[in-house]
């Protein structure tokens, strides 16, 4: 199986600041890593698939990078909307998930 | 619009068995793969298993492989998940999700509001 280990587990932040979520896969999983938003009480959105791509009506300041081992996910100029838990998936092997990135009000 | 909604989720006694269902609207159900995914209370997601569109290809977790059972009626564009033998680690809501592209099942782009189920004495 595939170990998906997100940094850090939590990030604070004020709103207009850049956050940097890091997500590393035990082997290498391609570029294919998707990433995705939980808010409190809602169900996951997907935000971003294939490392880079961003999905339907995902704003230009979400960003995804990288392939093989190591991905990230910046998002620039935080919105109060941002604020929320955010989790890698890679489809390389099956179906996995990170455990996720509290990104929280400072 | 496409949408998602999940129902049957309940409390159940370790050793118990329940089944879920998902209805789907809003786009050709038959087209795509389609999946179930769980989240432990304050906890991360976890996939759970995968149904093709067809019918004919499923896959589980090895957590549950051998104890839930998924299925599909695409003429009630309806998903289903079995779950037997439960334990009280199953516990969790259970979220519908829907495969990306028609034909395969690479990322979840649209995900009910889920389903709890509870495992208690």
């Known amino acids: 199986e595939i170990v998906l280990t997100q940094s850090p587990a939590t990030l604070s932040l004020s709103p207009g600041e850049t956050a940097t979520l890091s997500c590393r896969a035990s082997?290498?999983?391609?570029?294919?890593l998707a990433w995705y938003q939980q808010r409190p009480g809602q169900a996951p959105r997907l935000l971003m698939y294939d490392a880079s791509n961003r999905a339907t009506g995902i704003p230009i300041r979400f960003t995804g990078s990288g392939s093989g081992t190591d991905f990230t996910l910046t998002i620039s100029n935080l919105e109060p909307e941002d604020f929320a838990v955010y989790y890698c998936?890679?489809?390389?092997?099956?179906?996995?998930f990170g455990q996720g990135t509290k990104v929280e009000i400072k | 619009e496409m949408h998602l909604l999940e129902s049957g989720g309940n409390l159940v006694q370790p050793g118990g068995s329940l089944r879920l269902s998902c209805t789907a609207s809003?786009?050709?159900?038959?087209?795509?793969?389609m999946s179930w995914v769980r989240q432990a209370p304050g906890k991360g997601l976890e996939w759970v298993s995968t149904?093709?569109?067809?019918?004919?290809?499923?896959d589980y977790a090895d957590s549950v492989q051998g104890r839930f059972t998924v299925s599909r009626d695409n003429s009630r564009n309806t998903l289903y998940l079995q779950l037997t033998s439960l334990r009280a680690e199953d516990a969790a809501t259970y979220y519908c999700a829907k495969g990306d592209v028609p034909g395969a099942l690479h990322y979840f782009d649209l995900w009910g509001r889920g389903t709890l189920v509870t495992v208690s004495s």
């Open positions: 998936q890679q489809r390389s092997s099956s179906w996995t």
């Open positions: 149904m093709s569109g067809n019918r004919l290809y499923t």
């Open positions: 809003g786009f050709t159900f038959s087209n795509y793969a």
């Open positions: 082997q290498s999983v391609n570029n294919y």
